[in-house]
Nanobody, 115 residues
Framework: QVQFVESGGALVQPGGSLRISCTAPGNTISAYTIGWYRQTPGNQRERFAWISMGGGTGYHTSVRGRFTISRDKTKNSVYLQMDNLKPEDTALYYC?????????WGQGTQVTVSS
């Protein structure tokens, strides 16, 4: 059973930066394409960034140029560097496989962008 764990969420001012992390204790995720997802109240969870086993990346247009996804296989972790944050980035952030498995969702980490 894979259980993703997200961390690093915080309250940040508009224009600020934050890095959040994703891991799966007890499971090796380096062989998988991993996605970052986010969800706001009343809306569906949406994938907006992903990184392949080989390091290839993809981004939704809403975050391209501001967010950077990376991975450290030695730490079994995937990261999301978020720069120039906007209030509309406020959400609960999750990671999962590129094709998300419902039983793999973690608790998420809250990112709030507000002055």
């Amino acid at each position: 059973q894979v259980q993703f764990v997200e961390s690093g969420g915080a309250l940040v001012q508009p224009g600020g930066s934050l890095r959040i992390s994703c891991t799966a204790p007890g499971n090796t995720i380096s062989a998988y394409t991993i996605g970052w997802y986010r969800q706001t109240p009343g809306n569906q969870r949406e994938r907006f960034a992903w990184i392949s086993m080989g390091g290839g990346t993809g981004y939704h247009t809403s975050v391209r140029g501001r967010f950077t996804i990376s991975r450290d296989k030695t730490k079994n972790s995937v990261y999301l560097q978020m720069d120039n944050l906007k209030p509309e980035d406020t959400a609960l952030y999750y990671c999962n496989l590129f094709t998300a498995r419902n039983d793999y969702w973690g608790q998420g980490t809250q990112v709030t962008v507000s002055s």
